[in-house]
């Protein structure tokens, strides 16, 4: 494949690319016509029950990253185009990835669908609507808060107490004024008035359970399993005291099946599913990846943000409820987020800096550790930028070199999948080499016990402070006997810390617990920290400015 140099955006290469039917895709994937529901063209709905295909328990290989900064590493570009990479190496490959959401499409994040000529296609269905599975997701989360509201409007026969209500609705848009909202205004005819609020979609216990659940079975009894409240006497209240369970699984039956689509270089990508790192667990979904496992010898998956947040989640809560274990981890890094980590402002990235880059290499330093806590060894990938010098590339090598660490260069962004070659070959000599794996805490350890491991073997911390509130909240989980579940922590993307302006390395600080809320469904304690939302705002000067279509009907200013 030849290098491309012309500064296209990525729209205008997804545009440009010439995209196989889907069927073509699927066949070569060994998916059988009848597993197949395509949608248009170019997309499909994969039947996981319908492949009649013996599973190749394929080998995953999970994509982690660096504590993220303004910079960019580009975590989803690598990932596709590390698939990619197996692809030229005539291995049997595919690449499962997150589905976007329009709150950081519309916001500043941009999406989730790589860069460049590493990129799955078509970019621009998959950033916006796609097959509706985040709609599908909002519906049935906001259908729940309907029966909620209309059972006490409608008698109350258990008793809900409205003060007590912590189910929220949600929309798939960054909206702040819709943090927190009174409902049911207007008269007796109108409800009960109550406070409420808004999620957005991607950090709500339905999504979190739609990637976690293993069939539609299994789905349907997480559903029952939310707890939306309590009632006058403090006892918690399940969906299933509703009865809605079964309607509420039937609004996401065919948003459960996993999605098809492909890289420019043709490679099958499976996007299903979306929770955010910092707020949820980070990860698609279970049934996505062991579709992938099932059809494919290698599946190249990634989790959010860095190996503190998506990756630790990634090992401790998906990996624990999907039965299968990473058999390579990948950290992406580049040079400018490592000059960012080391102190150097976001303008001056462009200016050689190495004693910037020796500070900032500390970050990359504690998520190798945090990898090798859980018994496997990373590959670093050093995702390439025209301003990095030689100097600052040595710096980086040495390093890696002194610490035992894989490495390998990639320019896939420009190159595709051969930019991606020598990064494919070292993660497959991690992979014949196996792993220890194995998680860090037993789930039966009390709260305490799985939050200080959390703080200590993966953020480098000293310790953890509950709030009165938080502690209030565990003698309750303890009390209810939920505490044999795994920990979710909500913490911010930037920093170890729950302070995202401290970048690097920091020691000697303690995380600060402000709340546990149990989401019974999921299977997890979310733990909030700092000021994390669940809902967030708009930039001053959102993505949306730059959106549009021309006169083709065609999408542009989208990345």
């Not at 970019?123 to 997701?137: C, K, Q, S, V």
């Not at 409800?191 to 299994?218: N, Y």
């Not at 998956?301 to 990473?326: C, H, V, W, Y």
């Not at 301003?387 to 894989?406: F, P, Q, Y």
Request: glycine share 10%; aromatic share 6%; with cysteine.
């Amino acid at each position: 494949m030849t290098t491309h140099s012309t500064p296209l955006s990525d729209l205008e290469i997804a545009a440009n690319a010439t995209m196989q039917p889907i069927v073509n895709i699927a066949k070569a994937a060994g998916i059988d016509e009848d597993a197949l529901e395509p949608y248009g063209r170019y997309k499909a709905k994969i039947d996981p029950a319908k492949l009649n295909a013996p599973s190749k328990n394929g080998k995953v290989v999970l994509v982690t990253a660096i504590s993220p900064t303004p910079a960019g590493e580009g975590k989803s570009t690598v990932t596709v185009g590390l698939a990619d990479a197996f692809h030229q190496l005539n291995k049997n490959v595919m690449v499962a990835l997150r589905e976007p959401s329009l709150g950081p499409v519309m916001g500043v994040k941009g999406g989730a669908t790589g860069g460049g000529y590493a990129q799955v296609l078509p970019m621009e269905d998959i950033n916006l609507h796609f097959t509706g599975d985040l709609h599908a997701i909002t519906a049935a989360n906001n259908a729940l808060s309907a029966f909620i509201d209309n059972h006490i409007h409608q008698g109350n026969v258990l008793n809900v107490d409205p003060r007590r209500i912590i189910w929220k609705r949600v929309m798939d848009l960054n909206d702040r004024a819709l943090r927190n909202v009174i409902v049911g205004l207007g008269g007796p005819a109108q409800g009960m008035p109550r406070e409420d609020g808004f999620d957005i979609t991607v950090a709500s216990e339905i999504m979190a359970i739609f990637c976690l659940a293993t069939s539609l079975e299994d789905l349907q009894n997480r559903i029952a399993n939310i707890v939306f409240g309590y009632n006058f006497a403090r006892e918690p209240l399940f969906v299933k005291d509703l009865g809605v369970e079964g309607a509420l699984t039937l609004l996401l039956k065919d948003a459960f099946k996993p999605n098809l689509v492909q890289t420019i270089e043709g490679t099958p990508a499976i996007i299903h599913g979306g929770p955010f790192a910092n707020i949820a667990h980070g990860c698609n979904s279970i049934v996505a990846t062991q579709t992938a496992r099932k059809l494919a010898d290698i599946v190249v998956t990634e989790a959010g943000f860095g190996s503190d947040l998506g990756a630790e989640k990634f090992m401790n809560i998906k990996a624990r409820q999907g039965g299968f274990k990473p058999d390579a981890v990948v950290i992406v890094a580049t040079v400018r987020a490592l000059k960012m980590h080391g102190g150097v402002a976001k303008n001056n990235l462009k200016e050689e800096n190495v004693e910037a880059l020796q500070a900032g290499i500390e970050n990359l330093a504690k998520h190798v550790d945090t990898v090798r806590q859980f018994g496997a060894e990373p590959v670093v990938a050093l995702n390439r930028f025209i301003t990095d010098t030689e100097a600052e590339l040595a710096t980086i090598l040495a390093w890696c070199a002194s610490e035992g660490v894989r490495i390998a260069r990639t320019n896939v962004w420009e190159q595709g999948g051969k930019g991606g070659i020598e990064l494919a070959e070292k993660v497959l000599e991690v992979i014949e080499a196996g792993n220890n794996f194995a998680q860090l805490y037993d789930v039966e350890q009390s709260i305490e016990q799985k939050v200080t491991t959390i703080v200590q073997k993966v953020y480098g911390g000293d310790g953890v402070h509950f709030t009165e509130k938080a502690k209030k909240q565990i003698a309750q989980i303890e009390q209810f006997g939920w505490d044999v579940l795994p920990i979710c922590m909500a913490k911010s993307q930037y920093s170890l810390t729950d302070d995202p302006t401290r970048l690097g390395r920091p020691t000697g600080f303690t995380i600060t617990v402000r709340e546990v809320i149990p989401k019974l469904g999921a299977g997890f304690l979310v733990c909030l920290t700092g000021d994390i939302m669940t809902m967030p705002g708009l930039p001053k000067e959102p993505a949306a400015l730059r959106m549009g279509v021309n006169e083709e009907g065609k999408a542009v200013g989208l990345f």
